[in-house]
């Protein structure tokens, strides 16, 4: 799915979008999609201006193709040494038609909140992507409440 909705930064991520000093959760998604595994430390090898390339890079699978070769290229020069190549995403929870993941099912229970096919219905693809990866280890807990609340979930 292409469109400027999967370019965006959320309101929860505001915290560091200035300088984009962490990865965006549409870098993020695109990534995943175009099987890359960048870590933070590459992120902070790379230009702020290529940073937002990335954040404005096109999701078309032929585009994906491209990001995929441009940052494994670019990355091998990096002293972190290159990003890591991984399967593309070819199936996820998070995608439409999908069945709410359990995993965001539980923390969103852990929170109290009842979250109902209805409402996951109501999500695009990278508020549902955000969703699921602010659930799992790693990321700051502190943001699922607040992209809940962003996405109308919780008031």
């Given amino acids: 799915m292409s469109g400027d909705q999967y370019r965006r930064i959320f309101g929860f991520e505001a915290?560091?979008?200035?300088?984009?000093?962490?990865?965006?959760m549409a870098v993020r998604r695109k990534l995943d999609l175009a099987g890359?595994?960048?870590k933070l430390a590459h992120w902070h090898g790379l230009s702020e201006a290529e940073r937002r390339e990335l954040l404005a890079w096109p999701d078309s699978a032929d585009d994906l193709n491209g990001l995929?070769?441009?940052?494994?290229?670019?990355?091998?020069?990096?002293?972190?040494?290159?990003a890591r190549s991984i399967d593309p995403l070819r199936s996820a929870a998070w995608l439409p038609g999908e069945a709410i993941p359990d995993v965001l099912l539980e923390s969103c229970r852990q929170l109290g909140v009842s979250l109902g096919a209805e409402h996951w219905s109501r999500l695009d693809e990278l508020e549902r992507f955000a969703l699921v990866k602010l659930c799992h280890p790693g990321h700051e807990q502190r943001n699922l409440p607040r992209a809940l609340k962003e996405f109308g979930l919780i008031s």
């Fill in 15 to 24: 915290d560091f979008s200035d300088d984009l000093r962490c990865i965006p």
């Fill in 36 to 38: 890359v595994k960048l």
């Fill in 68 to 82: 995929r070769s441009w940052l494994l290229a670019r990355s091998a020069d990096l002293p972190q040494g290159p």
